[in-house]
C-alpha cells in the first residue's frame, strides 16, 4: 500500500490504486477490497498457526479444532483478495506500444515519453490511441473451488455415513487410571486389526469428531468392537461422565442410551503387523491399544495370519494400566497351555526403561537373516531411539523395518 501511494502515476491514471499521490496507505488498507482481505487472510493465519501449536492442542483440543477449520474461510477470503483489479494489464498494445510517443505530446506533458524519445534518437512510434487498462481475470478460484468442493462432498459423504446408523452402546467398563472400554454393535461393520475410526456424540458436540484406535474387532463369534479411551481431555471427560453413573463395580451402567455416531473404518500403520512374519510392538501407556486389537485376532485365529513370532514391549508409568487389557493376557494365556503352545508364549517384567540396544541384538539373534517390523505406538522419545535403531541394524543380518503409529 506504500507503494501505492508513492508511486503514483500521473501518465496512466487508470493504473492507480491510490486516488492521490501521497495518499495515505493505512486509509487503502482500510478502503479497498485488497486492503480488507490482506488483513483478515493474515489474522485468519496467525489464529491457525497459532492454535496449532502443541502446547494449545493438548492444553485445550476444542480451540484447534474448531480453529483448523478456518481454512475454508482463508480460501475463500482468498478468492475474493484477487477479485479487487488491483493487477491489470494493458488491452490496446498494437494501437499503444510501450514507449510510444502521444499524437498530442506538449513540452509540458507526458516527460516520460520525452525523455524515452531522446535516449531512442528520435525514432519512437506515435501512439495512435491513449493506452486502455483492465483487470486480469482472476484465476485463483479456478485452483481453489475444485478442492473446496471436493472436500465438501467428501464430508458430506462421511456425515450421511455416519448418522444413517447409529451404533448401539453393548457395554461399558471402567478401568484405572481413568479408562474406559466401550463396547458397541452396528450391522454390517468389518473393521480390520490396526485400523481406527471417528466416533461424534452430539450430545457432547455435534462437529466435533475424535479419532480412536479398535482395541478388538467384530468376529465369528461376537459381532461387537471395542475401543478404550483415556478420559484426559475436555471433550473425552465430558463423554465418560455423559455415558456412566457413579458405581462400586467395575461395571458402569449408562445413565441413558446415548447417541453415538461411529466414521470409518480408516486404514494405520499397525495393519501391517500381521503382515510379517515377524513383529516387535513397542507401546507406551494408551499406545497399546493398535496392539490390543492384534492380540485379539490372534486369540480369534492366528492361522489364517502371516505373524509366527510377536514381541509386544509395554511400557506403564502406573502398575494399575496392565489391568487396562488383564482379561486378553490370561485369555491368550489360557489359551496357550489349551493348545500345548505355552513353551512359546513367555512374558518378563522389568522395572525401569528397556534397554532397546539389547532388546534388538536378542531379537536380532533369534530371529537371523529374517525381516522383522518394528512399530510404536507411543512418547516421541522411544519412537526416535526405535527408529534410530533400525537404521543402524546391519542389513546383511536381520533386517528391522520401522513402522510410526501416530497416538490414537
Known amino acids: 500500500m506504500v507503494s501505492f501511494s508513492v508511486r503514483f502515476s500521473d501518465d ?15 486509509m487503502l488498507i482500510v478502503s479497498t477490497v485488497p486492503g480488507i482481505t490482506g488483513v483478515l487472510l493474515v489474522l485468519l493465519l496467525f489464529v491457525m498457526c497459532t492454535a496449532s501449536t502443541y502446547c494449545v492442542r493438548v492444553s485445550n483440543y476444542e480451540i484447534f479444532w474448531y480453529s483448523h477449520h478456518l481454512f ?54 506515435v501512439c495512435r490511441e491513449e493506452a486502455l487498462f483492465q483487470p486480469h481475470f482472476p484465476q485463483t478460484w ?20 455416519s448418522s444413517a446408523d447409529p451404533v448401539i452402546i453393548v457395554s461399558i467398563i471402567s478401568h484405572p487410571c481413568d479408562v474406559i472400554e466401550l463396547h458397541m454393535l ?32 467384530p468376529t465369528e463369534k461376537s459381532e461387537t468392537f471395542g475401543i478404550h479411551f483415556r478420559a484426559l481431555g475436555d471433550w473425552t471427560s465430558r463423554f465418560s461422565q455423559l455415558l456412566l453413573q457413579p458405581s462400586d463395580s467395575s461395571m458402569i451402567s449408562m445413565k441413558q442410551p446415548q447417541m453415538v ?34 492380540l485379539h485376532a490372534l486369540l480369534d485365529d492366528w492361522r489364517q495370519y502371516k505373524l509366527r513370532r510377536l514381541y509386544l514391549v509395554w511400557v506403564c508409568r502406573e502398575l494399575q494400566a496392565f489391568y ?20 512359546f508364549l513367555s512374558s518378563r517384567l522389568q522395572i525401569g526403561r528397556p534397554n532397546w540396544k539389547v532388546l534388538f541384538q536378542e531379537i536380532g539373534r533369534a530371529n537371523h537373516l529374517k525381516k522383522v517390523g518394528v512399530f510404536c505406538c507411543g512418547p516421541k522419545g522411544i519412537s526416535r531411539v526405535l527408529h534410530a535403531l533400525c537404521n543402524s541394524s546391519p542389513r546383511s543380518q536381520t533386517v528391522f523395518e520401522y513402522n510410526k503409529e501416530s497416538f490414537i
Not at 496512466?12 to 493505512?26: E, H, I, K, S
Not at 480460501?75 to 499503444?96: D, F, M, P
Not at 452396528?186 to 466416533?199: E, T
Not at 490370561?330 to 489359551?335: A, D, I, Q, T, W
Open 72 to 125: 475454508m474461510v482463508f480460501y475463500v477470503t482468498l478468492i475474493v483478495h484477487v477479485s479487487g483489479g488491483t493487477l491489470k494489464y494493458q488491452s490496446n498494445v498494437k494501437a499503444h506500444p510501450p514507449g510510444c510517443i502521444p499524437s498530442n505530446l506538449s513540452s509540458g506533458s507526458w516527460t516520460g515519453h520525452r525523455d524515452a524519445r531522446e535516449r531512442g534518437g528520435g525514432s519512437q512510434k
Open 324 to 343: 487396562w487389557f488383564a482379561d486378553l493376557l490370561c485369555s491368550l494365556s489360557e489359551r496357550s497351555i489349551g493348545e500345548e503352545r505355552y513353551r
Open 186 to 217: 452396528r450391522r454390517g461393520f468389518k473393521p480390520r486389526p490396526g485400523q481406527y475410526i471417528l466416533v461424534n456424540c452430539p450430545r457432547v458436540s455435534s462437529f466435533e469428531n475424535h479419532p480412536f484406535t479398535l482395541t478388538s474387532c
Open 12 to 26: 496512466f491514471p487508470a493504473l492507480n490504486v491510490a486516488q492521490y499521490r501521497g495518499q495515505d496507505p493505512r
Open 261 to 294: 455416531y461411529v466414521d470409518g473404518p480408516f486404514s494405520g500403520a499397525s495393519e501391517e503387523v500381521l503382515n510379517y512374519e515377524v513383529s516387535l510392538c513397542v507401546a507406551g501407556g494408551i499406545g497399546i491399544t493398535p496392539f490390543a486389537c492384534v
Open 142 to 161: 479456478l485452483w481453489i473451488s475444485a478442492p473446496l468442493c471436493w472436500y465438501c462432498a467428501e464430508r458430506f459423504y462421511r456425515f450421511i455415513r
